[in-house]
C-alpha cells in the first residue's frame, strides 16, 4: 500500500477500545434510528445463530427486545438477512443491501472457491438466472427453489456434488451465496422449521446494486470507522477478501486516510483525532455468539489479552464463545441456557470483579433478560459449555 508522510495519529490501546466501544453503541450512547441504524453502524449483525443476531442489536439499543428486532426484519424490513462478510449470514440495514452486493460482487474468489469448483462459469450464470425468475414473485424454501432451478436448468443442477453434514447437497446450491452476493436473492421468513429465499426487489423497493468501486470504498470507510485503527491485512480478514485486493482498495482511499501509531504498531484510521477523546472506561457487557464487535476488532492478542485467547478463540477465531468484555476488552466468557422463559445464565469473569463491575454485570443479566423475553437468574463460576462450531 501506498507509503504516507501525514503525520502519525498517536493512540493508546484504551482509546482505541473506547473509540470502538462507543462507535459499536455499547457505551452509554444509543441510535436514534433502532436496530437498522445500530446494524450499519457495526456493519451488520453476524446471524449463523439468530438468537446472537437478536441479542447483539438488542444490546445497543435501549428497550429493543428480541421480537422488536423479528418486527424490523420480517415486518418493517428495515432489515434483512442475506450472506455478508466471509460468506455468512449477517442482518444488515436494507437501505444498504445495494452498497454489499456492490462490493461483495467483486471480491476476487480462487478457482477452487465454491461455485466454481463445481459449476463451469456458464452453470453459475444458468443457475442464477433460474434462481432469479424461481423467486421473482414469492418466497420459496430451499426443496422449491430446487425444484425450479433443475426445471429451469437441467437434471446436471441436481447431482449430490456439495458436501453437506450428512450427506451431500445438490450441486446448484454451490451457487446460493454467490446469488446473494450478486442481488439475485435474499432470505425470507421461515416457514415453520424451513429457511425460505425471495427476492431483494420484494424487500427492497427499487433496490439496484451499487457501483462496484464505489461500494467497496465506502464499505472500506465503514469499516474503518466502526473497528478502526486497522491495516488492510485485517479488513481483509473481516471481509473474507485477498490481501493484495484489500491493499490496493485501501490505495484507492488512500487521500483519506490518517496513519496511527497504536501503541507502536502501524494502522490507519479516516479520521482525526476527536478533540476530547471518549473515556476508556466503558464498562462491562455480555457479548452474544458471533458479536462483530469481537469478530472484527484486532489485533488479536490485544481483544482477547491473556487466558482469553485459550478460552475465547478457536484457532484464532473470534465469536465462537459468548464474552464478558469489559472496557473493550475479553475478560471472561458465559453461557446461558434456557427452559422456557428461564435463563440460566453462568457468568466466568478472569479475574475478581469489584463492586462496581458486579452491579453492571447483573444490570447486563437484567438486560438480556428483556431482550430474550424471559426471566434471568445468574450464577458466577466456571463456564464448562463447548465452543459454538
Known amino acids: 500500500m501506498t507509503d504516507r508522510t501525514t503525520d502519525e495519529l498517536r493512540m493508546s490501546w484504551a482509546e482505541a477500545c ?20 445500530a446494524a450499519s453502524a457495526m456493519c451488520g449483525a453476524h446471524a449463523q445463530v439468530m438468537s446472537g443476531a437478536e441479542m447483539s442489536l438488542g444490546l445497543r ?38 452498497m454489499w452486493v456492490g462490493a461483495l460482487s467483486c471480491i476476487p474468489k480462487p478457482p477452487s472457491a465454491l461455485p466454481h469448483a463445481l459449476l463451469s462459469d456458464h452453470q453459475v450464470e444458468e443457475v442464477l438466472e433460474a434462481i432469479e425468475s424461481a423467486v421473482e414473485d414469492g418466497e420459496l424454501t430451499v426443496e422449491e427453489l430446487g425444484d425450479e432451478v433443475v426445471g429451469r436448468t437441467g437434471p446436471w443442477a441436481a447431482d449430490l456434488a456439495l458436501p453437506a453434514f450428512s ?32 427476492s431483494p426487489r420484494q424487500w427492497v423497493p427499487g433496490f439496484r446494486p451499487m457501483d462496484s468501486a464505489a461500494a467497496s470504498a465506502e464499505v472500506l470507510r465503514r469499516y ?136 453492571e454485570l447483573s444490570t447486563q443479566v437484567d438486560r438480556i433478560g428483556e431482550i430474550m423475553e424471559g426471566t434471568p437468574t445468574l450464577t458466577v463460576g466456571v463456564v464448562d459449555a463447548g465452543k459454538h462450531l
Open 18 to 37: 473506547a473509540r470502538r466501544v462507543s462507535r459499536h453503541f455499547l457505551a452509554e450512547t444509543a441510535p436514534a434510528g433502532g436496530v437498522a441504524e
Open 224 to 359: 474503518l470507522y466502526a473497528y478502526g485503527p486497522a491495516t488492510s491485512q485485517q479488513f481483509a480478514q473481516w471481509l473474507g477478501a485477498p490481501k493484495r485486493w484489500s491493499a490496493d482498495l485501501f490505495d484507492t482511499i488512500t487521500d483519506e486516510l490518517i496513519p496511527v501509531g497504536l501503541d507502536g504498531a502501524s494502522a490507519w484510521t479516516t479520521e482525526p483525532a476527536a478533540p476530547t477523546a471518549p473515556s476508556p472506561r466503558s464498562g462491562l457487557r455480555l457479548l452474544p455468539y458471533f458479536d462483530p464487535y469481537v469478530i472484527g476488532c484486532h489485533p488479536r492478542d490485544a481483544v482477547f489479552p491473556g487466558p482469553a485467547a485459550g478460552r475465547a478463540l478457536s484457532g484464532g477465531q473470534a465469536g465462537n464463545v459468548p464474552v464478558v468484555l469489559i472496557d473493550g476488552v475479553v475478560a471472561g466468557v458465559w453461557h446461558q441456557r434456557r427452559s422456557g422463559r428461564r435463563l440460566d445464565i453462568r457468568v466466568e469473569p478472569f479475574a475478581p470483579l469489584s463492586a462496581t463491575r458486579r452491579s
Open 61 to 98: 439499543v435501549p428497550g429493543t427486545t428480541r421480537t422488536d428486532v423479528q418486527s424490523a426484519l420480517w415486518k418493517d424490513r428495515s432489515l434483512v438477512k442475506s450472506y455478508g462478510p466471509r460468506g455468512t449470514v449477517h442482518l444488515l440495514a436494507a437501505e444498504e443491501l445495494p
Open 167 to 198: 450427506g451431500a447437497w445438490p450441486r446448484w446450491r454451490a451457487a446460493l451465496q454467490t446469488a446473494a452476493n450478486r442481488g439475485v436473492l435474499c432470505f425470507g421468513p421461515n416457514r415453520g422449521r424451513k429457511v425460505t429465499y425471495t
